[in-house]
């Protein structure tokens, strides 16, 4: 062989591989499809940027429109997840270029290269194969992790702060849980660290996941009831929980993922203070009415 020149354009390598005895070199398409999710590093899991970091243009410009048009919540995120769901990274030659050098770098596990989140990482998985990374990672994942915490958290008594962070590594280590889970088969099943949180298993096509924006929505919607039972929403004083429940954006209250988020938080609210008060001591029976009276 002469030589091999590699160039790229919007995620499709072009490799030109040129005999020695031609004179003319032949073109090749090259194309990558990698549906084994690697393990994110624990350094990052807990930060908004484990699911995007912000690189490219398209979505900054959108986010920033939303803000300077004044919008409400509800329609800044309407905005945010229409685009989400039309968005083509390969689109910002820029960014793709950016990332197509340091593909070596993004891809193994337990990654710590500032430009990895869940996001960059399924693009260097998926070159020139037409699939695009989950609508989840820019939507709900990574705008409503950042805006929920620029929101929400000021707003929260200390021990809501503890839980608001603790809820969002939460989130994650479900995340990378599940994923583990589809590499391996067709079920993923999931429990609360309590017993009496809850679980819930679903089906999902082994190494698909990532690919069915519907189901890995539902997925990640499933997951969230134990994350914020875990980090403890149930000891949390009502003024925290009403600030709590009033973030989620209008009309996600018509999505049925909302309303089981909703359900299923309450019955296992409810049954942390039964089983508290169901104990006896007097002290776990004043702990469990102070945090219902408590102003």
């Known amino acids: 062989m002469a030589g ?34 690697p393990p994110a590093a624990d350094s990052i899991i807990g ?3 484990y699911y995007y970091r912000p690189l490219h243009c398209a979505y900054t410009d959108t986010v920033e429109k939303v803000t300077l048009s004044r919008a409400t919540s509800a329609v800044a ?4 997840k229409t685009f989400s769901y039309t968005f083509n990274p390969w689109t910002d030659l820029k960014v793709a270029e950016r990332l197509l050098n340091r593909r070596e770098k993004l891809i193994p596990p337990n990654c710590t290269d ?14 020139g194969c037409g699939h695009n990374p989950p609508s989840y990672y820019i939507s709900y994942g990574y705008y409503y992790c950042s805006h929920y915490g620029k929101e929400l958290f000021p707003d929260l008594s200390p021990a809501g702060k503890v839980w608001l962070i603790l809820a969002r590594k939460y989130l994650q280590i479900n995340m990378e849980n599940g994923l583990k889970q589809n590499m391996k088969g067709d079920v993923i099943q999931m429990a609360s660290r309590d017993p009496n949180n809850g679980d819930f298993s679903m ?12 189901a890995f929505k539902h997925f990640a919607f499933r997951t969230h009831p ?17 600030r709590i429940t009033m973030q989620p954006r209008l009309q996600e209250w018509g999505s049925l993922g909302t309303y089981d988020q909703v359900i299923s938080t309450g019955w296992g609210s409810t049954k942390t203070w039964v089983g508290e008060a169901h104990d006896g001591t007097e002290y776990l029976i004043r702990r469990a009415l102070n945090r219902l009276t408590e102003k």
């Open 114 to 127: 500032a430009d990895w989140s869940r996001h960059s990482n399924f693009m260097m998985r998926h070159i």
């Open 4 to 37: 091999n020149d590699d160039t790229n354009v919007a995620g499709v390598f072009r490799s030109y591989m040129t005999p020695a005895a031609y004179t003319q070199r032949a073109q090749a398409d090259r194309t990558v499809c990698d549906l084994h999710v």
């Open 226 to 242: 134990l994350a914020y039972l875990d980090g403890g929403i149930a000891h949390l004083p009502p003024t925290d929980l009403i």
């Open 203 to 214: 089906d999902v096509s082994r190494y698909k996941l990532e690919l069915d924006h519907d």
């Open 77 to 80: 995120f309407a905005a945010i």
């Open 47 to 49: 930060h908004c940027e």
